[in-house]
């Protein structure tokens, strides 16, 4: 993110309100999420309770009638990536690492999905990042239908870093990648 666009966005985030207000209109009119079918219809002033809901309508109809499962999984994609970014401010790396899901049943409604986090969750992360630099959380979710059935279930993972040492990291990375460039232009024969 370009620090001119950070700075806009921690300004923002001093009303909280507002924030929410903002995050939300990005959230639906943003394109990826925007095709996934889904639509955000709640974000809480402190941005730690995020409400999606993914209809089952021609965008988002498979073959066989149901929700696509890409649809499901995409969903679920930004949300924990964010709400963290926004709760632990300017001076942490937030990224999505990965996930999975696992079917339950057919979707054949719309679909509901709550991300939450809260105190415990944020004091715990700051205390393991005063042990170590980096970590990997898991955060489970459940798609569930108007039924209250559960539809599917998904697993994401988060990555979280001191802003310093994720950067020394990538420093790191990139002299390696150097050295080995260097080295195998050496090893190679002028021609």
């Known amino acids: ?43 809480s002033a402190d941005v730690r309770e995020i409400i999606v809901e993914l209809p089952l309508n021609w965008k988002t109809r498979n073959l066989n009638g149901s929700l696509f499962g ?19 401010g300017d001076d942490y790396v ?21 991300f939450k986090l809260d105190d415990t ?5 700051h205390q393991l990042l005063a042990i170590t630099p980096e970590i990997t959380r898991t955060y ?5 239908n108007h039924n209250g059935d559960i539809c599917a279930e998904v ?11 994720y950067e020394q990291k990538q420093s790191e990375r990139k002299q390696q990648k150097q050295l080995e460039s260097a080295r195998s232009n050496l090893n190679d024969p002028v021609q």
């Not at 890409?70 to 632990?88: C, E, H, I, K, R």
């Not at 937030?94 to 709550?114: C, E, N």
Request: hydrophobic share 45%; charged share 20%; net charge positive.
């Open 94 to 114: 937030v990224w999505d690492k990965g996930g999975t899901i696992r079917f339950k049943r057919p979707a054949l409604s719309t679909l509901t999905v709550q």
């Open 70 to 88: 890409g649809s499901m999984f995409a969903a679920t994609d930004p949300f924990y990536m964010s709400m963290l970014y926004f709760n632990l």
């Open 1 to 43: 993110m370009s620090p001119r666009f950070r700075n806009l966005v921690f300004s923002v985030l001093r009303r909280p309100k507002l924030a929410a207000a903002l995050l939300k209109i990005g959230f639906n009119l943003y394109p990826a999420i925007r095709r996934s079918g889904c639509r955000v219809k709640t974000i």
């Open 155 to 165: 697993e994401r993972i988060v990555y979280i870093a001191h802003k310093s040492a």
């Open 121 to 125: 969750e944020l004091t715990e992360i």
């Open 140 to 144: 489970p979710l459940q798609l569930i």
